[in-house]
Protein backbone atom coordinates (compact mmCIF):
# COMPACT_ATOMS: atom_id res chain seq x y z
CA UNK A 1 0.00 0.00 0.00
CA UNK A 2 1.12 3.55 -1.35
CA UNK A 3 1.79 6.54 1.55
CA UNK A 4 -1.00 8.42 -0.81
CA UNK A 5 -3.61 5.44 -0.33
CA UNK A 6 -2.33 5.64 3.55
CA UNK A 7 -3.00 9.41 4.07
CA UNK A 8 -6.22 8.52 2.14
CA UNK A 9 -7.36 5.86 4.45
CA UNK A 10 -5.76 7.74 7.20
CA UNK A 11 -8.27 11.21 6.77
CA UNK A 12 -11.27 8.26 6.04
CA UNK A 13 -11.11 7.16 9.56
CA UNK A 14 -10.62 10.94 11.06
CA UNK A 15 -13.83 11.84 9.06
CA UNK A 16 -15.45 8.83 10.28
CA UNK A 17 -14.55 10.03 14.00
CA UNK A 18 -16.34 13.54 13.36
CA UNK A 19 -19.18 11.33 11.72
CA UNK A 20 -19.73 9.41 14.40
CA UNK A 21 -19.46 12.76 16.92
CA UNK A 22 -21.90 14.73 14.49
CA UNK A 23 -24.48 12.45 14.54
CA UNK A 24 -24.48 11.57 18.37
CA UNK A 25 -24.84 15.51 18.86
CA UNK A 26 -28.00 15.45 16.72
CA UNK A 27 -29.91 12.51 18.91
CA UNK A 28 -28.60 14.55 22.00
CA UNK A 29 -31.17 17.50 20.34
CA UNK A 30 -33.91 14.61 19.20
CA UNK A 31 -34.80 15.18 23.09
CA UNK A 32 -33.95 11.37 23.63
CA UNK A 33 -31.65 9.59 25.83
CA UNK A 34 -30.22 6.13 26.20
CA UNK A 35 -30.51 4.30 29.34
CA UNK A 36 -29.19 0.75 28.97
CA UNK A 37 -30.86 -0.62 26.51
CA UNK A 38 -34.00 1.32 27.01
CA UNK A 39 -34.56 4.93 25.11
CA UNK A 40 -36.25 7.67 26.84
CA UNK A 41 -37.94 10.47 25.42
CA UNK A 42 -38.64 13.45 27.17
CA UNK A 43 -42.26 14.06 28.07
CA UNK A 44 -43.38 16.68 25.63
CA UNK A 45 -42.28 14.02 22.83
CA UNK A 46 -43.41 10.76 24.38
CA UNK A 47 -46.87 12.96 24.02
CA UNK A 48 -46.78 14.44 20.36
CA UNK A 49 -45.48 10.64 19.70
CA UNK A 50 -48.81 9.76 20.88
CA UNK A 51 -50.69 12.06 19.03
CA UNK A 52 -49.17 10.86 15.92
CA UNK A 53 -49.79 6.94 16.61
CA UNK A 54 -52.41 5.60 13.71
CA UNK A 55 -54.95 2.91 15.16
CA UNK A 56 -54.91 0.05 13.62
CA UNK A 57 -57.80 0.23 12.23
CA UNK A 58 -56.62 3.54 10.03
CA UNK A 59 -53.85 1.57 9.04
CA UNK A 60 -54.98 -1.08 8.05
CA UNK A 61 -57.31 0.51 5.66
CA UNK A 62 -55.11 3.12 4.57
CA UNK A 63 -51.96 0.58 3.86
CA UNK A 64 -50.63 -0.60 0.25
CA UNK A 65 -52.51 -3.75 -0.71
CA UNK A 66 -49.62 -4.87 -2.60
CA UNK A 67 -47.88 -4.70 1.29
CA UNK A 68 -50.54 -7.11 2.51
CA UNK A 69 -50.24 -9.79 -0.10
CA UNK A 70 -46.58 -10.11 0.10
CA UNK A 71 -46.38 -9.74 3.61
CA UNK A 72 -46.21 -13.95 3.61
CA UNK A 73 -42.97 -13.74 1.45
CA UNK A 74 -41.52 -11.17 3.46
CA UNK A 75 -42.22 -13.00 6.58
CA UNK A 76 -41.61 -16.59 5.20
CA UNK A 77 -37.47 -15.04 4.92
CA UNK A 78 -37.47 -15.07 8.73
CA UNK A 79 -36.82 -19.14 8.64
CA UNK A 80 -33.41 -18.97 6.40
CA UNK A 81 -32.28 -15.91 8.21
CA UNK A 82 -32.70 -17.71 11.59
CA UNK A 83 -31.07 -20.80 10.26
CA UNK A 84 -27.98 -18.76 9.01
CA UNK A 85 -27.78 -16.95 12.52
CA UNK A 86 -27.47 -20.43 13.82
CA UNK A 87 -25.02 -21.25 11.42
CA UNK A 88 -22.68 -18.52 11.84
CA UNK A 89 -23.28 -18.56 15.27
CA UNK A 90 -21.65 -22.09 15.87
CA UNK A 91 -19.43 -21.04 13.16
CA UNK A 92 -17.89 -17.93 15.10
CA UNK A 93 -18.33 -19.93 18.49
CA UNK A 94 -16.30 -23.03 17.24
CA UNK A 95 -13.72 -21.89 14.84
CA UNK A 96 -12.54 -18.50 16.22
CA UNK A 97 -10.81 -19.64 19.01
CA UNK A 98 -9.25 -22.36 17.28
CA UNK A 99 -8.33 -19.22 15.01
CA UNK A 100 -7.29 -16.82 17.85
CA UNK A 101 -9.87 -14.14 15.90
CA UNK A 102 -11.68 -11.90 18.61
CA UNK A 103 -15.40 -12.78 18.33
CA UNK A 104 -17.65 -10.76 17.18
CA UNK A 105 -20.69 -9.15 19.18
CA UNK A 106 -23.80 -9.85 17.86
CA UNK A 107 -25.37 -7.27 19.92
CA UNK A 108 -23.26 -4.73 18.37
CA UNK A 109 -24.86 -5.53 15.21
CA UNK A 110 -28.92 -6.33 16.28
CA UNK A 111 -30.18 -3.76 17.48
CA UNK A 112 -33.82 -3.09 18.52
CA UNK A 113 -35.13 -0.53 19.59
CA UNK A 114 -37.44 1.07 17.25
CA UNK A 115 -40.77 -0.50 19.36
CA UNK A 116 -39.53 2.17 21.87
CA UNK A 117 -41.07 4.56 19.54
CA UNK A 118 -44.19 6.04 20.69
CA UNK A 119 -45.77 7.04 17.31
CA UNK A 120 -45.81 3.72 15.99
CA UNK A 121 -48.73 1.01 16.35
CA UNK A 122 -47.56 -2.69 17.18
CA UNK A 123 -48.06 -4.13 13.32
CA UNK A 124 -45.28 -1.28 12.37
CA UNK A 125 -43.30 -1.97 15.74
CA UNK A 126 -43.03 -5.69 14.63
CA UNK A 127 -42.18 -4.69 10.95
CA UNK A 128 -39.44 -2.87 12.46
CA UNK A 129 -37.83 -5.65 14.68
CA UNK A 130 -38.44 -7.78 11.53
CA UNK A 131 -36.21 -5.26 9.50
CA UNK A 132 -33.61 -4.22 12.40
CA UNK A 133 -33.20 -8.41 12.72
CA UNK A 134 -32.43 -8.75 9.66
CA UNK A 135 -30.48 -5.76 8.48
CA UNK A 136 -28.44 -5.90 11.23
CA UNK A 137 -28.01 -9.96 11.21
CA UNK A 138 -26.67 -9.38 7.67
CA UNK A 139 -23.92 -7.14 9.06
CA UNK A 140 -23.13 -9.23 12.12
CA UNK A 141 -22.86 -11.93 8.84
CA UNK A 142 -20.99 -9.64 6.83
CA UNK A 143 -18.43 -8.87 9.95
CA UNK A 144 -17.66 -12.67 10.95
CA UNK A 145 -16.92 -13.14 7.36
CA UNK A 146 -14.47 -10.22 6.89
CA UNK A 147 -12.36 -11.22 9.63
CA UNK A 148 -12.38 -14.89 8.19
CA UNK A 149 -11.35 -13.54 5.12
CA UNK A 150 -8.89 -11.44 6.67
CA UNK A 151 -7.13 -14.50 8.37
CA UNK A 152 -7.16 -16.78 5.01
CA UNK A 153 -7.27 -14.42 2.19
CA UNK A 154 -6.27 -10.35 2.89
CA UNK A 155 -6.06 -9.79 -0.59
CA UNK A 156 -7.84 -7.38 -2.61
CA UNK A 157 -9.54 -8.40 -6.15
CA UNK A 158 -8.21 -7.21 -9.33
CA UNK A 159 -11.29 -5.81 -10.42
CA UNK A 160 -13.45 -3.51 -8.73
CA UNK A 161 -15.72 -5.03 -6.41
CA UNK A 162 -19.07 -2.85 -5.01
CA UNK A 163 -19.64 -2.58 -1.17
CA UNK A 164 -16.51 -3.90 0.12
CA UNK A 165 -16.39 -4.41 4.26
CA UNK A 166 -14.25 -1.80 6.02
CA UNK A 167 -11.02 -3.73 6.19
CA UNK A 168 -10.86 -4.56 2.64
CA UNK A 169 -9.39 -0.95 1.67
CA UNK A 170 -6.06 -2.39 3.77
CA UNK A 171 -5.84 -5.39 2.37
CA UNK A 172 -2.90 -6.67 0.17
CA UNK A 173 -2.67 -5.23 -3.36
CA UNK A 174 -3.63 -7.77 -5.87
CA UNK A 175 -0.45 -9.28 -7.46
CA UNK A 176 1.76 -8.00 -4.23
CA UNK A 177 3.20 -11.33 -3.52
CA UNK A 178 6.50 -9.33 -2.01
CA UNK A 179 6.51 -10.91 2.00
CA UNK A 180 3.02 -12.43 1.75
CA UNK A 181 3.50 -15.24 4.18
CA UNK A 182 4.99 -12.66 6.62
CA UNK A 183 2.41 -9.64 6.19
CA UNK A 184 -0.60 -12.49 6.44
CA UNK A 185 0.84 -13.83 9.45
CA UNK A 186 0.62 -9.72 10.59
CA UNK A 187 -3.22 -9.58 9.56
CA UNK A 188 -3.84 -12.63 11.58
CA UNK A 189 -2.01 -11.89 14.62
CA UNK A 190 -3.82 -7.87 14.74
CA UNK A 191 -6.94 -10.18 14.42
CA UNK A 192 -6.51 -11.47 17.87
CA UNK A 193 -5.97 -7.92 19.13
CA UNK A 194 -9.69 -6.55 18.24
CA UNK A 195 -12.24 -6.06 20.30
Not at 10 to 26: P, R
Not at 46 to 71: D, E
Request: hydrophobic content about 35%; glycine content about 6%.
Amino acid sequence: MNDNIRRLLAQMTVLEGELETALHEQETRMFFQIKGKRVEFEQTIKQAHGRLKSSFFHWLVTYRPQNLITGPIIYGMLIPLLFFDLCITLYQATCFPIYGISKVRRSDYIVIDRQQLGYLNFIEKFHCTYCAYGTGLISYIGEIISRTEQYFCPIKHARKMLGTHARYAYFLEYGDAKDYETKLEQYRIALGKEK
